[in-house]
């Protein structure tokens, strides 16, 4: 592996948190998709993932990447019991818009909106921040223990839990929201330190 570090001097970052699809580009050389190995893209899980430079540079540890994808799917699909998508999604939206992961805000912005049908109140989470009222408590106490967890884990606990609680929420929901959150939490450190979020090509032509 190489460990020249890739600058894009004329890239179009985004200028604002938007639910817009972005790319992201790496910093440090991700695995060719022609020569990801078999234990690679075994570890990719879905094979479209091969197309994304963020889980082909994943792969170049297997291990990791297949444990890290198991957990991912688990979280956000697994809604057989607990908490709707909609609220899990809004966990890792408000987590990553709190810890300023403008690519992972994004797509779990978007999911939020597609599951809910709420894009304004999820357009308004990400204009005004985590502080902002979003218009029942259920969805206001979700992203305020997602905010909770990310700022200090271990300070995260009774009064939070309370809060969701007291929102309607039972213990299996409370614990899709936790999962959602805490995913994200380390997600959102991962993708910002190995590479950065750009406008597409087709969108940046008429900003």
């Given at each position: 592996?190489?460990?020249?570090?890739?600058?894009?001097?004329?890239?179009?970052?985004?200028?604002?948190?938007?639910?817009?699809?972005?790319?992201?580009?790496?910093?440090?050389?991700?695995?060719a998709e022609d020569e990801l190995t078999d234990a690679q893209r075994d570890a990719l899980i879905e094979p479209a993932r091969a197309k994304m430079p963020y889980f082909r540079l994943l792969a170049r540890d297997p291990e990791a990447l297949r444990a890290r994808t198991l957990t991912d799917l688990d979280i956000f699909y697994n809604v057989s019991g607990g908490i709707g998508r909609a609220e899990r999604e809004l966990a890792a939206a408000a987590t990553s818009r709190h810890n300023g992961c403008v690519f992972c805000a994004s797509v779990h912005a978007a999911s939020a909106t597609r599951e809910s049908g709420r894009q304004a109140d999820v357009q308004r989470l990400l204009d005004e921040g985590v502080e902002a009222d979003l218009g029942d408590e259920t969805w206001n106490a979700v992203v305020a223990a997602s905010v909770a967890l990310a700022d200090t884990p271990l300070a995260f606990g009774d009064a939070d839990i309370a809060r969701l609680r007291a929102a309607g929420l039972d213990d299996a929901e409370i614990v899709d929201v936790i999962g959602g959150a805490a995913f994200f939490n380390w997600a959102n450190r991962l993708m910002l330190s190995l590479g950065e979020p750009e406008v597409p090509a087709r969108r940046a032509s008429t900003r």
């Open positions: 592996m190489t460990d020249v570090v890739t600058t894009y001097a004329g890239l179009a970052r985004p200028d604002a948190y938007t639910q817009e699809g972005l790319g992201w580009v790496p910093w440090l050389l991700p695995v």
